[in-house]
T-cell receptor, first 116, second 107 residues
C-alpha cells in the first residue's frame, strides 16, 4: 500500500518551453503533497507544500509564478515548470502524506528534467 | 536557522557495522526520519524517532537524543546493496533534509 507514482519519469525540453509533472497517490487519498528538487550529490530541497483544494505554500526563494502547483484532487498534484531554463534541470520528487496529522510521507519515483 | 549535519561519505566492509551520525538545530521538532536513497531513485523510509531512545528494525536501528540534537542510524551485517545515500530529515512544520551520507560497502 501507499504507492505514489510520477509521470513522466524523465523529460527533455527546450529552453523557454513549459513542462508538466504529475504526482498521483495510487491507493490512498493524500491531503497533503510535497514537491522537492534535488541537484546532483545534494539533498532534497522542499519547494512547496500542496494541500488539496487550496493554494500551495512555497518555500522561500521558490518562484510561484515559475513553478505552478495544482492539487486538484486527493490523488493528483501537478507541478508545471514554466519557461524552463537549463538551470531548472534537476530531479523533481513528489511525496504524499495520508492525513494532515500523519508523520510519514511516501515518495514518488522522481522525474529527471533536462532543459537544453 | 535550520541546520542538519551529516558526514558526506563513509566506507565500510561487507558484514561490518556502521554508524551514521546526524546532528540538528531546528526551530521546532516533530520527529526525525532516516531514508535510504539509491542513485537516481527516490528516498525510501527506514525509520522514525520522536522520543529519545533506540528504535530497532531488523538490521537497522536508529537512536535519538532530543536534548543533544543528535541521532544516529546503525546498520548491521552490511551488505553490498546497502551502498546508497542515507538522508536524515527533521520534521518541524515541514520536512528538512540533511545533505545525506554516501555509504560505500566494500567486499
Amino acid at each position: 500500500g501507499a504507492v505514489v507514482s510520477q509521470h513522466p519519469s524523465w523529460v527533455i525540453c527546450k529552453s523557454g518551453t513549459s513542462v508538466k509533472i504529475e504526482c498521483r497517490s495510487l491507493d490512498f487519498q493524500a491531503t497533503t503533497m510535497f514537491w522537492y528538487r534535488q541537484f546532483p550529490k545534494q539533498s532534497l530541497m522542499l519547494m512547496a507544500t500542496s494541500n488539496e483544494g487550496s493554494k500551495a505554500t512555497y518555500e522561500q526563494g521558490v518562484e510561484k509564478d515559475k513553478f505552478l502547483i495544482n492539487h486538484a484532487s486527493l490523488t493528483l498534484s501537478t507541478l508545471t515548470v514554466t519557461s524552463a531554463h537549463p538551470e531548472d534541470s534537476s530531479f523533481y520528487i513528489c511525496s504524499a502524506r495520508l492525513t494532515s496529522f500523519g508523520y510519514e510521507q511516501y515518495f514518488g519515483p522522481g522525474t529527471r528534467l533536462t532543459v537544453t | 536557522g535550520q541546520n542538519i549535519d551529516q558526514p558526506t561519505e563513509m566506507t565500510a566492509t561487507e558484514g561490518a557495522i556502521v554508524q551514521i551520525n546526524c546532528t540538528y538545530q531546528t526551530s521546532g521538532f516533530n520527529g526525525l526520519f532516516w531514508y535510504q536513497q539509491h542513485a537516481g531513485e527516490a528516498p525510501t523510509f527506514l525509520s522514525y524517532n520522536v522520543l529519545d531512545g533506540l528504535e530497532e528494525k531488523g538490521r537497522f536501528s536508529s537512536f535519538l537524543s532530543r536534548s543533544k540534537g543528535y541521532s544516529y542510524l546503525l546498520l548491521k551485517e552490511l551488505q553490498m546493496k546497502d551502498s546508497a545515500s542515507y538522508l536524515c530529515a527533521v520534521r518541524t512544520y515541514k520536512y528538512i533534509f540533511g545533505t545525506g551520507t554516501r555509504l560505500k560497502v566494500l567486499a
